[in-house]
DNA sequence: TTCATAGTTCGATCGTAACCGAAGCATCGC
DNA sequence: GCGATGCTTCGGTTACGATCGAACTATGAA
């Protein structure tokens, strides 16, 4: 007994359903506000504030001061993982607080996951790469091949900008609502940045999910084929 | 609000110090009784048996009744990678129950995680199947090359045998104790179970560590070289 | 049958933590 | 300076769940 480092700790932490909720949220990437994060949690600023307070002391949130405000933060993007990670089991197992059934198109179509595309977007984007060559599928893993370097180049995205940083560039992460795997990692980053730079599409204020734009959803579409 | 799966439930079941325990203590793949397992949470068995029951019926345990006492597992390989990436998380930010030395270093040699072999051990195999070319890492993930395959049979395992299954062959999974990858996978389990029925290794009662032979040391080490 | 072991269920106790109202700081706009 | 807004801290209430003793069921052994 009493081996290995101490689960319960988080556990108990992500146990509670507020808590839950707020941490769910700021899995959209964006920093939200302690009264933000209330309104998500269901409770009072009161005790929004002790929990925020519990959730830092505990690693799993950073706070900045800006103004009157206080700006949340997941700590890192392990904590990310951590969540989604936990949401995609969850899922697996039927622990939805709702049917399954397609309760928020919006949010099962498109969504930021931390600081990359989710939803259907996300898994099509990262099978079109696939099935053009341009991203490699071993094992888990992914990795850029040549002819991605150059594909991606041409649509303005400059991998060499991304290797210098520890984060992998490619990283699979795995979607709860599609049950695959979409595009993580910086260049995961990089594209999603692209689209919102572009025009083609913009998130949302108080939801995860994000918005195309017709003119978006076109050259998106034309970009990551599907030929099935 | 209210988006996606109910993490804090799952949450909150890990959250009771008493089932962390237990959950851990399974990881070791091993099927264990209800009061082998109120004595790793440190409970009477009244209080273990209403934990376990909780368990099960978030669908995080199983249990098979047999003669009269009852085996509880995990309830599939999904509970144990949640368990022990929670672990790798907790490790990471110094969640740790006792101060991070050797405190343990049967289990920080080698141990079981869930059918698979971790810990020193299990990353240096790990390492050394990379370094010589049987293995490669693309990204995250891992892929079996032919030279490996081959050699794979020298020892006695058919890859052709494991490919059938859904489970991916190659898969890596972090080490809390190490905070390096080691082999999963159908393949991880397939290495394992070849050094038990060897008898280089066997083993434990109540620990997840696994104890080398002296003979099965030597064999282990040879097979597995690191050319520092 | 009787006894022993393994486990569950019941009932009651107890602690802890979530919760909110009210008060206290801090910062902004005026 | 003043009031308004954003957030934290304090105090007290409340509710839930972990815990164990005791009683009950089931299987096995003698």
Redesign the pocket.
């Known amino acids: 007994m009493k081996e290995g480092p101490d689960i319960a700790q988080i556990g108990?932490l992500i146990g509670?359903?507020?808590r839950a909720n707020m941490l769910a949220a700021l899995t959209g990437g964006r920093a939200l506000?302690?009264?933000?994060l209330a309104g998500v949690?269901g409770?009072?600023?009161?005790?929004?504030?002790?929990?925020?307070?519990?959730l830092e002391v505990g690693g799993l949130l950073t706070?900045r001061?800006q103004?009157?405000?206080?700006?949340f933060t997941l700590a890192d993007e392990a904590v990310a993982r951590l969540i989604e990670s936990m949401m995609g089991f969850a899922a697996g197992r039927g622990h939805l607080r709702h049917r399954p059934g397609p309760k928020e198109p919006a949010l099962r179509k498109a969504r930021i996951c931390y600081d990359h595309l989710a939803g259907d977007y996300g898994v099509r984007m990262l099978d079109s790469l696939i099935a053009s060559g341009s991203i490699e599928a071993v094992g888990e893993g992914l990795a850029l091949t040549e002819k991605g370097e150059s594909d991606l180049k041409c649509i303005g995205i400059d991998v060499g900008d991304l290797g210098s940083s520890r984060r992998p560039l490619c990283r699979s992460c795995l979607d709860w609502s599609e049950r695959r795997a979409h595009l993580a990692g910086s260049l995961g980053k990089a594209l999603l940045l692209s689209f919102l730079d572009k025009g083609w599409a913009r998130r949302t204020a108080e939801s995860r999910s994000i918005l195309f734009s017709p003119e978006g959803d076109r050259q998106f579409l034309r970009l990551f084929p599907i030929d099935a």
């Open positions: 108990a509670d359903p507020a506000t302690a009264t933000e949690g409770i009072t600023v009161q005790t929004a504030s002790t929990h925020l307070a519990k706070q001061k103004g009157r405000h206080r700006y």
